[in-house]
């Protein structure tokens, strides 16, 4: 797939698929343009200094950036893992959000890559979407299996 970003009609830039893209085919994989640590953030700055000029260009580029990096690390960060690790990615950053998406994504930690997967059959010229809240979305169904878990476990020892 041609991964470039494309101007859509009162959305902003978003990915559109070039071609015909099957169920379950991989769109695109990507390796993130800076990690963030948790624990890093108030050096953040200090962080985004080490990285490649060529890999600073790419964030310039990204949404939010006109106002500060902590502002683009908000709008276009994926969480790799909960509460500890995100990652700035370029094409990635580009794709926008629908509750009726047809990709998804999935973080490979041994190649520390991005892999963008068809969640159904995209046809060329369709824009390419993800969910942005899946992640909350599972997180809240698992808080709420564990909170009427505990409920069962704790009116079972009480009573």
């Known amino acids: 797939m041609e991964k470039t970003p494309k101007l859509l009609d009162g959305k902003g830039y978003g990915m559109i698929a070039k071609c015909d893209i099957s169920y379950g085919s ?3 994989t990507e390796k993130p343009l800076m990690i963030i640590h948790s624990n890093q953030l108030s050096n953040i700055k200090d962080e985004y200094e080490k990285i490649s000029p060529e890999k600073k260009h790419f964030i310039e580029q990204l949404y939010g950036y006109d106002e500060d990096l902590l ?14 690790r995100s990652a700035l990615f370029y094409y990635l950053s580009f794709i926008n959000h629908s509750c009726e998406q047809n990709a998804f994504y999935r973080w490979n930690f041994e190649q520390e890559e991005m892999t963008l997967i068809a969640d159904r ?15 909350f979305k599972t ?9 009427l878990l505990s409920l069962s476990v704790m009116s079972s020892t009480i009573f």
């Not at 502002?71 to 500890?84: F, G, H, P, S, W």
């Not at 060329?124 to 899946?134: D, R």
């Open 139 to 147: 997180r809240e169904i698992k808080f709420s299996v564990w909170f």
């Open 26 to 28: 991989i769109i695109l």
């Open 121 to 135: 059959d995209l046809k060329c010229n369709e824009e390419i979407l993800i969910s942005y809240i899946e992640t």
């Open 71 to 84: 502002n683009v690390i908000n709008m276009n960060c994926y969480v790799l893992e909960a509460d500890t």
